[in-house]
């Protein structure tokens, strides 16, 4: 089989898109699922919720793509700790099933809402100005955008990493992910700290939604399609860690963008048969501990 | 940083509790021989489409309630088997020319072999991750279902003939149709019941009520949670192979995620774990949806509505909440 390069590295690129999705969104599900214990259903909605967003400050007020990236991550995160506050404060007692399946129903609100206003069809958000074009690389050409999402999600990936992993208050948040009653004794505001902890989720689902909308159209069911792969992604990565949820997402987008140059035929259910065969040979995920 | 957490915290309060025997043995009783004599003679009432309708739904229910009320296990895929049971019974009717009896036994069967195989990935993690596999196995079979030459894509399988029952009894007339259906829920719901009485679905209990425990008395638990799973699956198979049948369509709308949530919606608004919460909400869902069906995507916004409002205020559903009240009054 004769190998083209560009076509490959084509489809290295998309699959490198599509895992900075995976990491980014993967990374808020494991974030909020470490505090709260709830997976997160709502996250493609949240994520949806942050294209449209992003949409309405173009076409009403005006605002443009660097606006969006500063507003829609404060507005989802706003939005977030409502839900948190008003909603799954009351499930924290109850069997984790229960935030699973209300997040659900909170996903299937906001998707049939925008169904309703908007249709099925997808709105076009116009790339910003100055990531239009691309850059020649000699053996395949790079547009500007796709290179500055790809950047842009490693570098929150990172620094999301960092701030857990390597700071005070990332200290306080593992140690109430380990025991939230204790480090309440120390005097931590541990609700609050869960208030904001989801929201985070919720903003950094609503930040990858406004990378997301120049490359996809807007549209209401842009999350959930989205999700239940993640989902997988989550399984197969097993959440155990930080680090491990990110380089799993851009992983698992590689070897699906390899998948679609190889095997097209395969390539949308690539992922669920890797998820199948980790669960074989090491069910509690690639980094998780049992 | 550890943040694996899959057992739920010492003071979670378990879905289900424990009650009286002999007060559960005849209410069980009595409200079986209700049901079913309203269901005999409910087609003079009401339209028996809606009725088959709903007691296909009522027996999906049912068996993905074996799953969560009983085994504790809460799918979020049960739709791969509800629509690969549905496109088998189809073809098998429409293809193959076999009839309807032999066309919902292949439907199971295909349903059965799907549950060996999803069970025994699904079955190696708990809780919240067992959501997750079965919903992305069962996104892997609407993948597969959307590309297969044999389900006719985007189009599903239409004109499924209904044929004669058993080569004389033709279906084509509703209520042949309508009492076939009732049989046929008839024999799954009892299934079920036999199923949960036995010491199998004793010792499922004692596995969803605490596992290690169960492990240390020398259960095989993944074996009982695996053969769960396979009759739930084929229970689930039996529903959408007789609903392929009874609409004379199989289509990718069975096997969407969409279809694995709605069966959920129903149990959850029945009442999960109780005998005859999943035939409620089936009952419920499908009256709604069929009132609200020309306001389009409002239908998905209510259901959406009902499951926030469910788990905050109303989660021991329609039967469990009458039950609760029964058993106050018996004081």
Known sequence: MSISVPALMGQLLIGLINGSFYALLSLGLAVIFGLLNIINFAHGAQYMLGAFVAWFLLDKAGLDYWWALLIVPVVLAAF???????????????????????????????????????????????????LTGGYNL????????????????LVICVATWFVIERTKLGSYLRAATENPSLVQAFGVNVPRMITLTYGFGAGLAGLAGVFAAPIYQVSPQMGSSLIIVVFAVVVIGGMGSIMGSILTGFGLGIIEGLTKYFYPEASSTVIFVIMAIVLVVRPQGLFGQR | MAIEGNRPPEDAAPILASRDEAWEARYQRIGSIVLFAVLLVLPAAVYPVFLMKALCFALFACAFNLLIGYGGLLSFGHAMFLGMAGYLSAYGAKAWGLTPELAIACGTAAATLLGVVAGMIAIRRQGIYFAMITLALAQMVYFFCVQ????????????????????????????????????IFAGGFFLIHRIVHSPFGQVLKAIRDNEPRA??????????????????????????????????????????WGMSGEVVLMTLVGGLGTVFGPVAGAFVLVAMESYLAQLGAWVTIVQGIIFVVCVLAFRRGIVGELEAWLRRRKG
């Not at chain 1, 000699?138 to 790809?150: E, K, N, Q």
């Not at chain 2, 259960?219 to 004379?248: D, H, N, P």
Request: net charge positive; no cysteine.
């Open chain 1, 80 to 130: 977030g700790a409502v839900i948190e506050r008003l909603m799954l404060k009351h499930l924290y007692k109850l069997d984790h099933l229960y935030g699973l399946l209300l997040t659900f129903g909170l996903a299937l609100i906001l998707e049939g809402v925008f169904t309703n206003q908007f249709g099925s069809a997808g709105l076009p958000y116009s790339m910003p100005d100055k």
């Open chain 1, 138 to 153: 000699g053996f395949m050409f790079l547009p500007t955008y796709r290179a500055w999402v790809i950047v842009a999600s």
């Open chain 2, 148 to 183: 297969a030459p044999f389900t006719g894509g985007e189009d599903g399988i239409q004109a499924v003939p209904r044929g004669n029952l058993f080569g004389v009894l033709p279906l084509s007339n509703p209520l042949a149709m309508y009492y076939t259906v009732l049989a």
């Open chain 2, 215 to 256: 492990i240390s008395l020398g259960y095989r638990t993944e074996r009982y949670k695996l053969a769960a799973f396979v009759m739930s699956a084929a229970l689930a198979g039996l529903a959408g192979a007789t609903k392929a049948i009874v609409f004379q369509l199989a289509s990718l709308t069975d096997v969407h």
